[in-house]
């Protein structure tokens, strides 16, 4: 069965659970998602069932850090409040970590809860969750991270916390379900099929031009490209992490329906299209793509020749909706 009915249950009602959960929960939600297509967890993976916001109503915590909580929540589900200050594309954190950031297999956002502050080999240090969320501000919302230990950021961390409430800390098992894992890359991959299958499958949502669709200020379907859409920093921008996004999650409510070679074939697509500069640009897409080509762009179309038409992607300084390239907060450090 993969109905969007199943779908809809999973990534909302069916997360509910208490904060202990009892063996025989844990088989419903994993019968869930194999009934939807996910694989089973092997023997090593660690299960863990987020709490939902009507257990954390029931739970007996201070009355002001269930407000704080539920204050982060919304500003995961609605980050467009921040827009202008924060965040200045058409994105809501919840666009891309799809369940409220709970879904197995679409990036569940509580494993960062438990395994940093470690080292990130994005940045080369270590990062610690604010760091981490803030990564995502800079890259994924073409924005500025709220200040570290500002009431935002605060309430942002405390709602991944508390999603990974009873997991212990730097767990030893690889997480079930964790980012967006991608099928095997297939040989050849197709813009033009790319092309024709998001056409077909997609753009009643996202549109042609990939501008999504905006009504009253809200967004209801993102922008896969364009000046509305994560820069050319963000994860997505990767052709495994685009693919095994659209696998995982995409069409929306059908989840798995795409074959491997669809699903890469429109990564493909998406990722050959423009956004704006990724916030580490030196001015020279050459030098740009010598300092985080071996690292980051040798799994995107960043600085590549577009055969359809010749287009260098990324070689242009357009920033966006925002005035400035890279923020502050995105900086080395030396612990010295
Ligand atoms: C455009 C899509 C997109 C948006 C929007 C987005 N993210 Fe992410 N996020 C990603 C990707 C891609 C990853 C990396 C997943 C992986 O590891 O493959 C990620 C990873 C994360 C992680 C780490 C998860 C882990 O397993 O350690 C956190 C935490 C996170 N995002 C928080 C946020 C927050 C908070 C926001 C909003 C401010 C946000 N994200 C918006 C795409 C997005
Ligand atoms: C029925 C409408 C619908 C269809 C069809 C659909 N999407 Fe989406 N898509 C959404 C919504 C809504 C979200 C945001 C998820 C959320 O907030 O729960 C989303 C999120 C996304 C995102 C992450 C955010 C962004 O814009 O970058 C990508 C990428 C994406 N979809 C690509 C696709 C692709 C590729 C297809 C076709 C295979 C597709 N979508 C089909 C509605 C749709």
Redesign the pocket.
């Known amino acids: 069965m993969k109905s969007p009915f199943a779908y809809a249950v999973l990534a909302g009602s069916l997360l509910c659970s208490t904060g202990i959960v009892a063996s025989d929960h844990t088989e419903d939600y994993i019968n869930t998602l194999t009934e939807l297509g996910f694989p089973a967890p092997e023997d090593n993976e660690l299960v863990h069932i987020p709490p939902t916001l009507e257990d954390l109503e029931q739970s007996d915590m201070h009355p002001e850090l269930k407000r704080v909580i539920r204050r982060g929540h919304d500003?995961?589900t609605n980050?467009q409040q921040l827009r202008g200050e924060?965040?200045f594309n058409n994105?809501?954190?919840?666009?891309?970590?799809l369940g409220e950031?709970r879904m197995p297999f679409s990036?569940?956002?509580?494993?960062?809860?438990v395994?940093?502050p470690g080292y990130r080999g994005k940045n080369d240090h270590v990062n610690n969750?604010e760091e981490?969320?803030a990564?995502?501000?800079t890259?994924?919302?073409n924005?500025k991270?709220p200040a570290y230990g500002s009431d935002n950021m605060v309430a942002?961390s405390a709602y991944?916390q508390w999603l990974a409430k009873g997991v212990k800390m730097y767990p030893e098992k690889p997480?079930y379900g964790?980012?967006?894992?991608a099928p095997e890359r297939p040989e050849q991959l197709s813009y033009a099929n790319g092309k024709q299958l998001f056409n077909d499958n997609c753009a009643v949502c996202h549109g042609e031009d990939g501008q999504g669709l905006r009504v009253d200020g809200q967004t209801v379907f993102?922008a896969p490209w364009g000046d509305g859409?994560?820069n050319w920093g963000?994860?997505?921008v990767?052709l495994v992490?685009a693919a095994?996004?659209i696998k995982n999650n995409m069409p929306l409510g059908q989840p798995l329906s795409l074959t491997d070679q669809e699903a890469w074939n429109i990564a493909y697509y998406m990722n050959s299209q423009e956004r704006p500069q990724d916030p580490r640009y030196t001015g020279d897409i050459e030098e740009t793509l010598e300092k985080y080509g071996p690292t980051f762009h040798k799994h995107s179309l960043y600085g590549q020749t577009r055969k359809s038409d010749g287009k260098v992607l990324g070689d242009h300084s357009n920033t966006g909706e925002k005035d400035f390239l890279q923020p502050e907060s995105v900086h080395p450090r030396t612990f010295e």
């Open positions: 500003l995961f980050t924060n965040v994105m809501n954190c919840s666009n891309c970590h950031g990036a569940p956002v509580w494993p960062a809860a395994t940093l969750l981490r969320i990564g995502c501000f890259y994924s919302m924005g991270p942002i991944h997480v964790r980012g967006f894992p993102p859409s994560n963000a994860g997505i990767r992490t095994g996004f």
